[in-house]
Every structure is written in structure tokens, then in C-alpha cells.
């Protein structure tokens, strides 16, 4: 009887235990497992000097932590970057065509999601012993609209601050003689006559208005342009609508002043400060 008392009682007990064991094992939270990392989006095409955000969603069992590091590989530049939010910024002086961006899980650091992204690099033309960069192509004439890829050389808008209009101005005589004069008689057959405004004129060699300067160009970064080295500011031809004689120009960062509300623009540079020269032109190809 003590026996078999004593056997009910262990068999009791191993119940107790083995109840207490399947409890637990049925409440204790699994491990979460990262299985991949997706990154949105999974291709970008994006020119200098701009900012994109990035999204990444950390996939896997049992709910795993949203929490990714990023980075940034394959960049030239010091100024191309991705914050620790996901957004991408490509430097103005970026010169790589391709780089990656990477998400590592925090909770697994041997899970990474890697995207490309294209860097649009402007389309560039030799001619006349310079490099030009194609702004526009009117392809049922078989011409394009070039500018020089650098400026060469710095200049006055004017030998005077007496207000000039761009037809009156001494850079434009410059550039229409004896800079025009410059390349050999075969390539200067090939320089369109372009009317330029305002003033209905017709120019071989001209300097973008701000309108063309602002819708030519994909961003502030693609208009930075380099003199020995180093961005500069180069002149267009828009002159402010105001009394004085300041013409506009693009900066070091590649933007260009907005309009005043009365159409005028604020600038700071005059005529006879000497800035940088990006001819531009029309050539038949």
C-alpha cells in the first residue's frame, strides 16, 4: 500500500513538473530571425547637388528591429553622404558615376541591403581644342546647344559700371570677335547664329540668360563650375531690371539669385569685377 502510495506520488509530481515545463515553453517569446533587408528604392538616378530620402523595412520571424545603420560606398567626394535617417546627399563636386547604399540590421550586423545609384554625369562634346557639355540636342537640325564644361577665364561684363545692356557690354564684343576669332576657319563654319535676347540679337558666341541657366540644368550642383581648381562664379547675361549694373551669375554652389518681386535681381557682383566666362554656342554636329 506505502508502495503504491508512494509510486502515485512521484507519478503526481512528474505531471506537476512536466505541466509547469510546457507553460513555460509555450510562453517564452522566440528569437527573432532577419531573413533580408529591403531598401526603397532599389534604383535611383539623381544628379549632383541633390538629397534623396531612403526607406528600409527589416523582413523576418518574430518581429525583428526596424533599426538599420546606414552607409555609403564608392563616392569621391567628401560632401556625398547618407544621414542616420536614410537620406542621401551627392556632392556637388561628386565625380563617381555609380555608388552603393547599404542598411546593416542592428539586431543582425550580418544582414545588409545594398542598392546602386546612378549619378548623372553631363553629356560632354571636344570641339575647338575645349570640352563642352551638351545642354540641349535639336536632333531634326543635327545641332546642339554647348557650353563650356569649365570656365576659362575670368572677365568684365563691362570695362565700366556705367549700365550697360548685354548688346552694349564688352564681354560680348569679346566673345564674338576675337574669342569667336579664336577657332580655325572649318569650326567656325560650324557655330550657329543664334538670337539671343532681349534685344532680338544675333550672336555666335553668347552667355546663358537665367532662365536657360535655371532649365538647363538638373540642379544647383550640375551648374558648379570649376577655374583652376576650384568652384567659381561665372556671369550670365541677364542684367537686373533695376538703376544699377549688376548682372546675374551662378555662385560657388551652383545656384542662381531668385528674382526680386519686381523682376529685378539681386546680385552682388558689378559689371567691372572680373568673374567667370562659360561661353556657350550652337553647333551644327
Not at 569679346?174 to 577657332?183: A, D, H, S
Not at 535676347?197 to 552667355?207: E, Q
Amino acid at each position: 500500500m506505502k508502495k503504491r502510495k508512494k509510486s502515485l506520488l512521484c507519478l503526481i509530481l512528474l505531471i506537476i513538473v512536466v505541466a509547469f515545463t510546457s507553460c513555460d515553453s509555450l510562453t517564452k517569446e522566440k528569437d527573432p530571425i532577419v531573413d533580408y533587408i529591403l531598401i526603397n528604392p532599389s534604383q535611383l538616378v539623381i544628379a549632383k547637388g541633390l538629397s534623396y530620402q531612403y526607406t528600409a523595412i527589416v523582413h523576418g520571424t518574430n518581429k525583428p528591429s526596424q533599426d538599420v545603420v546606414w552607409n555609403v560606398i564608392g563616392h569621391n567626394s567628401l560632401a556625398t553622404s547618407i544621414n542616420s535617417n536614410g537620406e542621401l546627399t551627392i556632392g556637388s563636386n561628386e565625380t563617381a558615376s555609380t555608388i552603393f547604399v547599404r542598411a546593416t540590421s542592428t539586431f543582425d550586423t550580418s544582414k545588409i541591403g545594398t542598392v546602386n545609384v546612378t549619378i548623372r554625369q553631363p553629356e560632354l562634346y571636344s570641339f575647338g581644342g575645349l570640352m563642352w557639355q551638351v545642354l540641349s540636342k535639336d536632333e531634326a537640325n543635327n545641332r546642339a546647344l554647348l557650353i563650356t564644361q569649365d570656365i576659362i577665364e575670368l572677365n568684365q561684363w563691362h570695362t565700366s559700371d556705367i549700365r550697360r545692356t548685354w548688346e552694349q557690354s564688352s564681354l560680348r564684343a569679346y566673345l564674338n570677335n576675337e574669342f569667336y576669332n579664336q577657332f580655325s576657319p572649318t569650326d567656325r563654319e560650324r557655330i550657329r547664329t543664334t538670337i539671343v535676347n532681349p534685344g532680338n540679337l544675333s550672336d555666335k558666341i553668347f552667355l546663358l540668360s537665367v532662365y536657360e541657366a535655371r532649365n538647363y540644368f538638373w540642379s544647383d550642383g550640375d551648374r558648379v563650375a570649376v577655374f583652376n581648381g576650384a568652384a567659381y562664379v561665372w556671369w550670365l547675361r541677364t542684367l537686373n531690371s533695376g538703376n544699377d549694373s549688376s548682372p546675374a551669375g551662378v555662385r560657388f554652389d551652383g545656384s542662381i539669385v531668385a528674382p526680386a518681386p519686381d523682376d529685378s535681381f539681386i546680385i552682388v557682383q558689378r559689371m567691372t569685377e572680373y568673374y567667370g566666362v562659360r561661353p556657350a554656342l550652337w553647333l551644327n554636329l
